[in-house]
């Protein structure tokens, strides 16, 4: 009980907070071309990225967003589209935002944090599960640009790249695979909406 307390506390003192500092909260959807840099015959393949986030503002220019993304991610074979990597992410940026005034305009930069749910190794129609060829977190960065009106509308253009080697040595299906030097690399193209704050 005292727990339960403790949370409707909680969520009253982030409501007041969110009243009296301007916090905004949004959602936000849109397309990605993703590939894993370094390996051999390569490709970006198109996905979706997806989820919701937070705007605490410290005045009219310069903000803190963390976010909370679905992202599909991953590469193929740029001789046979049909043989891909498939890798779905849990994404937490936390990107400082600095909007230039009146234009709408705005950029965005900060570090971000991957959860790997999944991984996948799809050829010749069939699925093969490679996650246990895959590091189980990414640690990157996310920039971008971007327009957003008053009214909460906004679109924007991001490019998230990797810190972390997401592949480690591993046996799958009784197939040894050895870890190369490869790293997360996406480009998102999205839309949003943002509500509350002052």
Known sequence: ????????????????????QGVKFGVKA???????????GNAYKFG?????LANFGFNDMISIQPEVLYSMKGTKN????????NMNYIDVPVLVKVATGATGLFFEAGPQVGFLASAKYKVSGADFDVKD????VDFGYAAGLGFQVASGPMVGLRYNGGFTNV???ATVNGVKIES????NSAFQLYVGYTFGGK
Request: aromatic share 6%.
């Open 78 to 85: 740029k001789d046979n589209s049909d043989n891909r990597i």
């Open 48 to 52: 979706f990225n997806g989820g919701v």
């Open 167 to 169: 592949g480690k040595d």
């Open 180 to 183: 190369g030097n490869v790293k």
């Open 133 to 136: 060829a895959f590091k189980s």
């Open 1 to 20: 009980m005292k727990k339960v307390f403790l949370s409707i506390g909680l969520i009253a003192g982030i409501s007041c907070a969110a009243q009296a």
């Open 30 to 40: 849109g397309a990605s071309l993703t590939d894993l840099t370094n390996g051999d």
